[in-house]
């Protein structure tokens, strides 16, 4: 039983987990072949697993892609991951934090995802290309992604998840499941990037993909990559016309608010066409 495995691959490399860092590991194999499964991993992918830990999805990973790149911030896990896949020569880890580290290229994201970094790895995602992403995830963090306007649930997160991807909530996914067992319902969810409809949802993804900086800067930049104006000088005379609050302009765009949001978005549209 992959329980049994998990835990002799603990005590061999003396390792306890703490559950208050995310650190349940994923032993039923079922729901490991489904999340695969989910993904669409294909022999010619390279596959990014972000939080490893001993490599249970790993080597489900293994069988079926043709690289799988492992990021991992704990180095206690390291030298398992090392020993346990060593005879795979389409296996590498790399040891680092996944929201800061400069992430390798890959076709597809498959994690059993740390809870406490879901947020903000999918705020990094909207910067990557890939095929599609798996994920196992808390239940009201896939609830919130998949919220409508005017759902209790509904959040900025809600509206940046549905302007770049198409979800799907698979399979809850049962505390038995794991090791140790999560206080947290979790679920399986799946991403698939999704072309823009308008060039208003062009524009306003190219202005998210720009979250550092100062909303007036990521509106210029954004309409010129989205095609809605051809030179700085155009863009500015845009936003300098737009009624555009002041102090809206003058925010970072990780700070704005949903309704702020929500009136850019309408602007550029209205632009757009």
């Known amino acids: 039983m992959l329980r049994d495995r998990t835990e002799a691959l603990l005590s061999t490399h003396d390792i306890i987990l703490d559950p208050s860092l995310d650190e349940q590991q994923l032993i039923d194999e079922e729901v490991i072949a489904n999340l695969i499964d989910f993904s669409g991993v294909g022999g010619d992918d390279v596959v990014l697993e972000v939080g490893p830990g001993v490599g ?3 080597e489900g990973l293994l069988r079926h892609a043709k690289a799988v790149i ?3 911030k704990n180095p206690k896990y390291i030298s398992v991951l090392r ?9 590498d880890v790399v040891l680092g934090d996944a929201l800061h580290e400069k992430l390798p290229r890959s076709d597809r994201l498959v994690s059993n995802l740390p809870y406490m970094i879901c947020e903000a790895f999918l705020q990094r995602m909207l910067r990557m290309e890939m095929k599609s992403a798996a994920f196992l995830v808390p239940s009201g963090f896939a ?10 649930e509904y959040s900025k997160l809600s509206l940046q998840a549905q302007l770049f991807y198409e979800s799907e909530i698979h399979m809850e996914v049962p505390s ?6 999560p206080r947290t319902e979790t679920c399986i969810i799946s991403l698939v990037p999704k072309e823009s409809s308008t060039g208003g949802d062009e524009a306003l993804k190219q202005f998210f993909r720009q979250g550092d900086k100062l909303a007036k800067n990521a509106l210029r930049d954004a309409m010129i990559r989205a095609g809605i104006c051809d030179t700085k000088r155009q ?6 016309e737009s009624g555009v609050p002041v102090e809206t302009l003058g925010r970072r765009v990780t700070r704005l608010s949903l309704k702020e949001i929500g009136s850019l978005g309408n602007w550029l549209g209205t632009l757009a066409d």
């Open 56 to 58: 249970n999805i790993t």
């Open 70 to 72: 492992c990021i991992e």
């Open 83 to 91: 020993e346990r896949f060593k005879h795979y020569p389409n296996f």
């Open 143 to 152: 609830k919130i992604l998949e919220a409508r306007a005017g759902e209790p």
């Open 176 to 181: 038995s499941a794991y090791l140790p067992e």
């Open 235 to 240: 863009a500015v005379s845009f936003i300098a």
